[in-house]
């Protein structure tokens, strides 16, 4: 099947370049003369926090991941948040800054910023590329969001479905017919 069988275009490269550098430019500006601890969250992020981590210019920042699983091969939700991975530098006393794909029902973040603080992280703040806020199950919101969208599946630039797409240089929405 062609790509453009599958997905329409949600976000192109140039989009997605002017969306991380205003989101870089904003996190400079709140993080200046301070520590950072970026988490990034596998695999999702990977592409996203690539990114971004290049526009950043706080001295020292450092960069570490986690992973969670809650979607199962499919897309949909278990809530059932496990960690597979988690941070091996220490957050204790330290400013992080977590970095997600999709804040979607909010189940992944919820939790994890709950085991970033149970660890003593100083603050934890939630950086997110898309958002789909109609999805929330949890009370959590962003502090730095890309971009908010309906209640649409998509897929590249990191983001997959049964992992696929990841590879695309930019955002598709899925098909529904597609996962449905
Ligand atoms: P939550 O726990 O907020 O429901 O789920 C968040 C995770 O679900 C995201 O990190 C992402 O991995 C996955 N997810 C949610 N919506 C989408 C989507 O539209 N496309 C893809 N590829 N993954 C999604
Ligand atoms: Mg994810």
């Known amino acids: 099947m062609l790509h453009k069988d599958v997905f329409e275009e949600l976000m192109n490269e140039e989009e997605l ?26 695999k999702g992020s990977a592409i996203f926090v690539a990114d971004l981590l290049r526009k950043i210019t ?3 920042v450092q960069l570490d991941f986690m992973q969670a ?5 499919g897309s949909v939700s278990s809530g059932n948040v496990r960690i597979v991975k988690d941070v091996s530098c220490n957050v204790k006393e330290r400013n992080v ?27 934890v703040r939630i950086c997110t590329l898309f958002d789909k806020p109609g999805r929330r199950k949890k009370p959590i919101t962003a502090d730095y ?17 049964s992992e696929r797409y990841r590879n695309l240089p930019y955002v598709g929405v899925l098909k529904a017919e597609i996962y449905s």
Do not use: P, Q
């Open 145 to 161: 969001t890309g971009k908010v969208i309906d209640d649409l599946f998509v897929v590249g630039y990191g983001l997959d479905y």
């Open 69 to 73: 699983s809650s979607y199962g091969s």
């Open 17 to 42: 370049d002017k969306t991380v550098s205003d989101i870089a430019a904003r996190i400079n500006a709140d993080y200046d003369g301070k520590e950072l601890v970026i988490v990034g969250i596998l």
């Open 97 to 123: 800054l977590i970095v997600e794909d999709i804040l979607d029902t909010g189940n992944t973040l919820s939790h994890i910023k709950e085991h970033l603080l149970s660890k003593g992280a100083a603050s």
């Open 58 to 60: 706080i001295e020292g």
